[in-house]
């Protein structure tokens, strides 16, 4: 009987002590993509149009929750070929990376990597796309939320990033600021890879 409350006691010391001694996790880096995961959700939007009306910069104006990094440019676009994808300052108008992208699936997103880009929390930035490859307008995205065409809920929120509105302009082949307002799609679609840790 002594051995058996022994061998008790013994055991419940070694479970506190694993218990005790389990390992703080470090610091966590997560991992965000808002226009996929935009799009993956069909909540904000869930209707899809393929339009090609002429050569457009196509964007989004949005800010992050937190303090983080952007350390990859992308795109969905309804052609195959080499895009533009341009990030930008939207309080001066000022570029601040652009990159090819070459799309082969149009079915999916296409990113590439970028030299890191610290972003601040709240301040406000601009994605963008150019619909031109080998200075051929090509078809593009469009997407919209039921009922009727047009009627997306700007501002919304995808993870740690606040779209705040769609914006357009008229472009050459080269990556133009988008400068005008329009809520009635989510164009392009540009999108970004946010990276911060928790």
Do not use: H
Not at 22 to 48: H, M, Y
Not at 121 to 134: E, F, G
């Amino acid at each position: 009987m002594k051995i058996m409350k022994k061998i008790t006691l013994l055991f419940v010391i070694c479970i506190g002590l694993l218990i005790g001694c389990k390992k703080e996790a470090g610091p966590v880096t997560k991992t965000e993509n808002p226009a996929k995961a935009t799009v993956d959700s069909k909540i904000t939007v869930d209707t899809l149009q393929i339009r090609n009306t002429g050569n457009w910069e196509f964007g989004q104006k949005f800010y992050v929750s937190r303090n983080g990094n952007i350390t990859k440019l992308g795109c969905k676009l309804a052609a195959t070929g080499t895009f533009k994808v341009s990030l930008w300052d939207y309080a001066t108008s000022s570029l601040i990376i652009t990159v090819p992208i070459t799309v082969a699936d149009t079915t999916q997103f296409t990113y590439s990597s970028i030299t890191s880009i610290a972003v601040t929390a709240n301040t406000r930035y601009v994605i963008s796309v150019n619909n031109t490859s080998a200075g051929i307008n090509k078809p593009y995205y469009v997407y919209y939320k039921k009922p009727g065409l047009g009627s997306i809920a700007y501002p919304f929120t995808t993870g740690s990033i606040t779209y705040e509105t769609g914006l357009y302009k008229g472009a050459a082949p080269a990556p133009v600021f988008p400068d005008v307002t329009g809520t009635d799609g989510f164009w392009g679609i540009p999108d970004i890879q946010f990276e911060y840790t928790e």
